[in-house]
C-alpha cells in the first residue's frame, strides 16, 4: 500500500522531489505546504508553515523540500514535533547500495548514486548526479548539489553544502557549515 505523502516546499525542488516520490510507487502526494504558494500541478497547497499538526491527518509521512541547510533542519524538527513520520524519497533512477545507510527525510534524486557503507544523516539532499562514494558519510542535513562528487571515505559535516560539481578528493573533511564553490575540488591535506 502506498503511503500519503505531504511535502514542505513548493518550489524547484519541492516540484523535483514530488516528481521523484511519485515515479518511485511508494507515495502518493496528499499535497504541498508552503508560505507562497497555491498549486502545484492538479496537487493543493494545503496551508503554510506555521501549524504542521493541522495537516497529521492527511498524510502518513512528510519530508521537507527546501534546499536551505539550516531552514530544513528547523521545519524537519517542527514536523517530527508535531508527530509526522518523516519519509525518505528516493529516484528510482538512483542507485542506492543495499548496505548504505539513510536517515530519515532524505531526497536522492534522478542519476544519484550512493555507494557501498555510505551513511546519509538525518535530511541530507543528494542532489541530481551527485555521487557519494563507498564510506562517505554526510552529517546531518548536508547537500550535494548536482553533480558533486564524494570520493571514498570522505566525510561532509552536518549542514555543510557542496554546491554543483564540487568535488572531495579521498581523506577530505569538511566541516560543518561549510559551503563549497561550484566547480570546486579539495584534496587531503
Same mark, same amino acid.
Given at each position: ?34 508560505? +507562497? ?38 521545519? +524537519? ?113
Amino acid at each position: 500500500m502506498m503511503k500519503r505523502l505531504l511535502i514542505v516546499g513548493a518550489g524547484g525542488h519541492g516540484r523535483s522531489l514530488a516528481e521523484a516520490a511519485l515515479a518511485s510507487g511508494t507515495f502518493t502526494l496528499s499535497g504541498f505546504l508552503d508560505d +507562497q504558494a497555491t498549486y502545484v500541478w492538479e496537487f493543493p497547497v494545503l496551508g503554510g508553515t506555521q501549524d504542521f499538526a493541522a495537516w497529521r491527518a492527511v498524510a502518513d509521512a512528510a519530508i521537507v523540500a527546501v534546499g536551505n541547510n539550516v531552514l530544513r533542519q528547523q521545519l +524537519q524538527q517542527q514536523l517530527m514535533q508535531a508527530g509526522f513520520t518523516l519519509a525518505t524519497v528516493i529516484h528510482p533512477r538512483a542507485v542506492v547500495a543495499p548496505s548504505a545507510d539513510l536517515g530519515m527525510g532524505c531526497a536522492v534524486m534522478a542519476g544519484a548514486i550512493i555507494g557501498t557503507e555510505a551513511k546519509l544523516g538525518l535530511g541530507v539532499i543528494v542532489n541530481s548526479g551527485a555521487v557519494v562514494d563507498h564510506h562517505c558519510v554526510v552529517e546531518d542535513y548536508g547537500h550535494l548539489g548536482v553533480a558533486a562528487a564524494m570520493a571514498g571515505g570522505t566525510q561532509l559535516g552536518t549542514g555543510a553544502w557542496m554546491q554543483a560539481g564540487s568535488a572531495l578528493g579521498y581523506g577530505v573533511k569538511v566541516p560543518a557549515g561549510a559551503v563549497l564553490p561550484p566547480g570546486s575540488t579539495f584534496k587531503a591535506e
